[in-house]
């Protein structure tokens, strides 16, 4: 299965501190993507990062890519309440037309 | 306005009845999907079309049938509910077939008693 394992499943941290969150993968890929999925809400993408990309930024989140690990961290700097959510990568397989998402790790900002 | 919209946000049934999902997309993307999440939030793709066509059929019993009348329409029929159906189904699109960023809707969640 190609499906993205994230870890941890839970992460509790205050306000201020960074969070990072990671996501292993079984097979080659296209692109990983992130999201965030609100209480109660549908899923917003975050982020994408290419098989050929090694780092990315956009805002407080920073994007790493492992290809030879087959393994991608976000990392969030300087944690809101308002970042509490669950986040869930995705990866597209070399050669798929979907989008397969890891089983989430949900993050707890307190105040 | 919401570019991903499904009807309805709820949905309680009895086992055995048959309900639909509607979802329309406004931002005149090619591709549109139907993934189940399940209650420990594990999110699976059903279904894809492309232009009307289907493309992506993820081994789901044949009581769910999808139907595109045209790109921006993609519905999720199922017949004779069972308990395990019971889940959110999110509806989703893409500029194209190729997986880029997916734009979902606020998911439908469907309880069967």
């Known amino acids: 299965s190609q499906q993205g394992e994230e870890d941890p499943q839970a992460l509790s941290i205050q306000e201020g501190e960074n969070a990072t969150m990671n996501c292993s993968y079984k097979?080659?890929?296209?692109?990983l993507q992130w999201y965030r999925q609100n209480s109660g809400r549908g899923l917003v993408h975050l982020i994408l990062?290419?098989?050929?990309?090694r780092e990315k930024h956009s805002g407080r989140l920073r994007v790493t890519l492992d290809t030879s690990k087959k393994s991608s961290s976000l990392l969030i700097t300087a944690s809101r309440a308002a970042d509490t959510a669950s986040y869930f990568c995705?990866?597209?397989?070399?050669?798929?037309?979907?989008?397969?998402f890891g089983k989430g790790t949900k993050l707890t900002v307190n105040p | 306005d919401t570019a991903v919209s499904q009807t309805p946000k709820y949905l309680v049934t009895q086992m055995g009845n048959d309900k639909s999902i509607k979802c329309e997309q406004n931002?005149?993307?090619?591709?549109m999907y139907w993934y189940k999440q399940d209650s420990k939030k594990f999110l699976k793709i059903m279904f894809s079309?492309?232009?009307?066509?289907?493309?992506i059929n993820e081994t789901v019993p044949n009581r769910f049938s999808p139907k595109s009348p045209d790109k921006a329409h993609l519905n999720l029929h199922i017949n004779s509910l069972e308990l395990g159906d019971s889940a959110v189904y999110f509806c989703?699109?893409?500029?194209?077939?190729?997986?880029?960023?997916?734009?979902f809707g606020e998911g439908s969640r469907l309880t069967v008693l």
């Open positions: 989703a699109s893409s500029q194209g077939r190729k997986t880029g960023e997916l734009f």
């Open positions: 097979t080659s890929i296209n692109n």
């Open positions: 990062i290419r098989s050929n990309e």
């Open positions: 995705a990866t597209d397989a070399s050669g798929s037309e979907k989008l397969v």
């Open positions: 931002l005149g993307h090619d591709t």
């Open positions: 079309y492309n232009n009307k066509e289907l493309i």
